[in-house]
């Protein structure tokens, strides 16, 4: 998704901005960042990735969470990333537009957002106490990078083969490349 920087407002000032525009819009530090729409290979694999959790999380307390519902990473910080999951009760403002506490955010990638979604949203990700998983989707090559929680900080693996699967050990399944990236002509 394509980025421009807007103005500085207030967080209050940023949600009734945000809310009342048919265009998304991040807030990072009293700076408003529009986002712009994604790619069809963007949407497609936001689409597989979300239906395919959905079906392997049925009957589980995780639920997956669309682009359309916002993750706060701190007091000044709000983000749409392309899909979330929460486990357990969600943890929302008292408008139920903020989500707190996601287990797994996901993000792919475009050519402008690339350096962000690997750069400082991986780090304000990380920040979040409740996040487990942060997965980033390449949507132009098989390539999916996993950053999990550890004890002693964070690991990251990749995964490049359309056979494999990515481990998702706190949700207790495997999330398979093949079904990412089906219907993408890499």
């Known amino acids: 998704m394509?980025?421009?920087?807007?103005?500085?407002?207030?967080?209050?000032e940023y949600f009734a901005f945000d809310e009342a525009s048919d265009i998304r819009y991040e807030y990072i530090d009293g700076e408003v960042i529009e986002l712009t729409?994604?790619?069809?290979?963007?949407?497609?694999?936001?689409?597989?990735?979300?239906?395919v959790l959905w079906?392997?999380?049925?009957?589980s307390d995780c639920r997956v969470i669309s682009s359309d519902m916002r993750n706060r990473v701190n007091p000044t910080?709000?983000?749409?990333?392309?899909?979330?999951?929460?486990?357990?009760?969600?943890i929302?403002?008292?408008?139920?537009?903020?989500?707190?506490?996601?287990?797994?955010?996901?993000?792919?990638?475009?050519?402008?957002?690339?350096g962000r979604d690997r750069g400082e949203k991986l780090r304000y990700y990380q920040?979040?106490?409740?996040?487990?998983i942060y997965l980033v989707i390449d949507q132009h090559?098989?390539?999916?990078?996993?950053?999990?929680?550890?004890?002693?900080?964070w690991r990251r693996r990749e995964y490049r083969d359309l056979e494999?699967?990515?481990?998702?050990?706190?949700?207790?399944?495997d999330l398979p490349l093949a079904e990412i990236y089906a219907g993408i002509e890499i």
Not at 55 to 59: A, I, T
Not at 78 to 85: A, E, I, L, N
Not at 98 to 110: D, F, M, Q, R, Y
Request: glycine share 8%; charged share 20%; with cysteine.
């Open 127 to 132: 920040s979040i106490a409740s996040l487990q």
């Open 37 to 51: 729409g994604g790619t069809l290979y963007h949407a497609l694999i936001v689409a597989n990735v979300t239906g």
């Open 55 to 59: 079906q392997l999380l049925k009957g």
């Open 164 to 173: 494999a699967t990515v481990p998702l050990q706190i949700l207790d399944c």
């Open 141 to 153: 090559r098989v390539f999916v990078e996993l950053y999990e929680r550890q004890d002693d900080g």
């Open 2 to 12: 394509a980025i421009d920087s807007i103005r500085q407002m207030t967080v209050e």
């Open 92 to 114: 929302t403002d008292e408008r139920a537009v903020n989500l707190w506490n996601p287990a797994l955010i996901g993000e792919v990638t475009s050519p402008s957002s690339i």
């Open 77 to 90: 910080r709000y983000v749409y990333p392309d899909f979330s999951v929460v486990c357990g009760e969600p």
